[in-house]
């Protein structure tokens, strides 16, 4: 069984258009995240959900909303997408916040044209 | 300048020898992560430290607190061990700051 899975792997999409990033994790972690990796494979925090409460908000434009309906999902909307945005996301899950191990998911490729 | 450095950014070995990742930070900190990237793209967590030393099979990490600076070592190093490790502190409640990576290629 699969610890933390995202769907879907790969989205490619036009300048302007809405989509959503799902994300999974059956560990029965309490922490829940959403990282950016950009071109040049550095890594970011986007926002951290601890028992679907918004924890960690980074400067992330208001574009992106996270949604957390219980807390095995976390959810990345991405309105009016724009080249920029272009980037692995990779969701991950913790026991219980940063200072825990840390288990990724596999990563969305999102491809803005 | 990122909070958190790594040295050097890219490293070639070859198989069998000792290899050292360095990971420098300029905030305090309560912890550190190691993770380690494959080539095809997945996450894995290696290491979580507060304090001393962890040993998990050939890879060994270090940290010491005052002096801001961990180390990943990875002893007898193998191709397999090719991948991008990348080092990541906490801060402060919640939040976490990554390296910038080091890109690791060891040759048979």
């Known amino acids: 069984d699969t610890a933390v899975s995202q769907t879907p792997k790969y989205l490619v999409t036009q300048m302007g258009n809405d989509k959503s990033i799902k994300c999974e994790q059956n560990?029965?972690?309490?922490?829940m995240y959403w990282y950016k990796q950009d071109s040049k494979k550095f890594l970011k925090i986007m926002f951290s959900?601890?028992?679907?409460?918004?924890?960690i908000n980074e400067t992330v434009p208001n574009r992106f909303s996270p949604k957390s309906p219980d807390k095995a999902h976390l959810n990345l909307h991405i309105n009016s997408l724009e080249l920029g945005d272009s980037a692995v996301y990779f969701c991950?899950?913790?026991?219980?916040?940063?200072?825990?191990?840390?288990?990724f998911g596999p990563g969305t490729r999102l491809t803005v044209t | 300048k990122n909070e958190v450095e790594q040295s050097p950014q890219n490293l070639t070995a070859q198989e069998g020898e000792f290899i050292t990742i360095n990971c420098s930070y300029s905030?305090?900190?309560?912890?550190l992560h190691w993770l380690q990237q494959h080539p095809g793209g997945g996450i894995v967590s290696l290491f979580m430290?507060?304090?001393g030393k962890k040993k998990h099979g050939r890879l060994i990490a270090t940290i010491n607190i005052q002096e801001k600076h961990s180390s990943l070592h990875i002893t007898a190093s193998h191709p397999r061990d090719s991948a991008v490790y990348i080092c990541?502190?906490?801060?402060?409640?919640?939040?976490?700051?990554f390296g910038t990576g080091t890109r690791l290629l060891v040759s048979p």
């Open positions: 905030v305090g900190i309560s912890a």
């Open positions: 959900y601890n028992n679907k409460e918004l924890i």
């Open positions: 990541a502190a906490v801060p402060g409640f919640q939040k976490l700051v």
């Open positions: 430290l507060s304090s």
């Open positions: 560990l029965g972690h309490d922490t």
């Open positions: 991950a899950s913790s026991p219980r916040g940063t200072r825990y191990e840390q288990y």
